[in-house]
């Protein structure tokens, strides 16, 4: 059982209003996560992760004027043990690789995988109360 003070702080970072809402809707859902903001592009997503300082990022890859490869960049370079799921339509191995390569610690297709975000919270839930499955 989670503690009741146990929270996950979550910024998500998609520049598709559609998919933005279906993730907010997903998480509004579970019991501990809280999302501290929402950007569509580069400079709101650097911004707003400089503002909060979250536990776990979602992040697209490709977002309106930048990258989300830079997003993931810069919230590693500041905090390494922040959780990053990348989540994208990119799934191509180049991308997957630079990815992982520069610290994402989960990297999920959005037409195959959206709901493993929830479950990756969870666990970072889980792991932050000290409770085992």
Do not use: W
Not at 92 to 107: K, M, S, T, V
């Amino acid at each position: 059982m989670l503690s009741p003070r146990a929270t996950v702080r979550v910024m998500i970072v998609e520049d598709s209003a559609p998919v933005r809402e279906r993730l907010v809707g997903l998480l509004q859902e579970e019991a501990g996560v809280e999302i501290v903001g929402e950007a569509e592009d580069e400079a709101r997503a650097l911004a707003l992760y400089d503002e909060h300082k979250p536990d776990a990022a979602v992040v697209d890859i490709r977002i309106r004027n930048g990258s989300g490869i830079a997003v993931l960049d810069h919230i590693k370079r500041h905090n390494r043990h922040c959780t990053v799921i990348m989540l994208t339509n990119c799934a191509h191995i180049e991308f997957r690789q630079r990815c992982l390569d520069a610290g994402a610690n989960h990297f999920l297709e959005k037409s195959r995988e959206f709901s493993r975000v929830a479950n990756v919270l969870r666990q970072l839930l889980r792991q932050r109360s000290g409770a085992v499955e």
